[in-house]
């Protein structure tokens, strides 16, 4: 599979980022025949970018084979219809290694993951995102930031390796966002909302561009007409479309977070996408009243 150009990759970040489930049989084996059809609804709906092994992925859950063996079956699935990005991160041998096989399967660039470890110096950040890049052969890298903990100097060195393209910025504080913005203006960077369509609008504002989605496994066309209302700075039918997903996102929030890919899997269930439940520690099943819920939203939901 052949990756997508810098520039092809440069401007689907300025759109919406995909995250990908990873399907599971009844046994919690890998089924990924099971993604297809949803690469398929997404990639038809117009989603700009599609990435694998990303938090909706359940990455940290994965193990190591497995992650290697989505990144060549959710490229191959996508089929050069859209760019690709795959997620890397655990420790450096895994995060090179994933890099290499990202790089073999036609990914056009990585999705480097923030370091849950709770020794993380700011310069080792810095070298550890440098050898996932080498070890990819010069693929582009997006930084993915839950949290700016590494402080402002740090991020602005990342932004400044070479081969850094984008930073998905996960954090509800868009002006130190913009602060790193200003300090790397010099930069050709997408700084995208890493919070997916609710927290578009004020990144937007202060001058990110698109958004990460795990809606597109459920409703793509829903998150492409968010973006595309956001794009012609329609503000009030940006807000009217969230709105009508904002339930969706709040029970994705329930359990501090521990529904976020409980609440998609349940939903594709709903919708005859069966992709297995997610692996513990996320919440499942749903509550009964969740799933109440969540199948009348389903059922209401505008087309």
């Given at each position: 599979m ?13 759109g919406?980022?995909?995250?990908l ?15 297809a ?75 480097v ?31 993915y ?159």
């Amino acid at each position: 599979m052949t990756a997508f150009a810098f520039p092809q990759l440069r401007a689907a970040l300025n759109g919406i980022s995909g995250i990908l489930v990873t399907p599971f049989d009844e046994q919690d084996q890998l089924a990924p025949h099971k993604l297809a059809p949803i690469v398929d609804r997404a990639v038809a709906a117009g989603v700009h970018c599609l990435v694998v092994n990303g938090n909706t992925s359940e990455f940290y859950g994965l193990s190591p084979e497995e992650a290697v063996t989505m990144a060549h079956a959710a490229t191959e699935q996508v089929g050069g219809r859209a760019p690709v990005l795959g997620g890397v991160g655990r420790d450096i041998g895994q995060a090179c290694r994933l890099a290499r096989e990202s790089a073999r399967a036609g990914a056009s660039g990585l999705m480097v993951h923030q370091l849950p470890d709770p020794f993380v110096a700011p310069r080792g950040v810095v070298e550890y995102v440098k050898r996932v890049s080498d070890a990819s052969g010069g693929l582009p890298v997006v930084l993915y930031l839950r949290n700016e903990n590494i402080g402002l100097a740090a991020i602005e060195a990342l932004c400044r390796l070479p081969g850094v393209v984008g930073i998905k910025w996960a954090s509800p504080t868009p002006l130190l966002m913009g602060e790193a913005m200003r300090r790397t203006a010099d930069l050709d960077l997408a700084w995208v909302c890493g919070l997916a369509e609710i927290w578009a609008p004020p990144l937007y504002a202060m001058g990110a561009r698109g958004f990460t989605s795990g809606l597109i496994n459920v409703k793509p066309a829903h998150s492409v007409a968010i973006h595309q209302a956001l794009e012609a700075a329609d503000y009030p039918r940006a807000r009217t479309l969230i709105e009508q997903m904002r339930a969706f996102e709040s029970l994705r929030a329930e359990e501090q977070n521990g529904c976020n890919v409980s609440v998609v899997k349940a939903a594709l269930q709903l919708l005859g996408q069966d992709c297995g439940a997610p692996r513990p520690p996320a919440a499942w099943p749903l509550t009964d009243a969740s799933a109440q819920e969540l199948k009348k939203l389903l059922a209401g939901w505008p087309d």
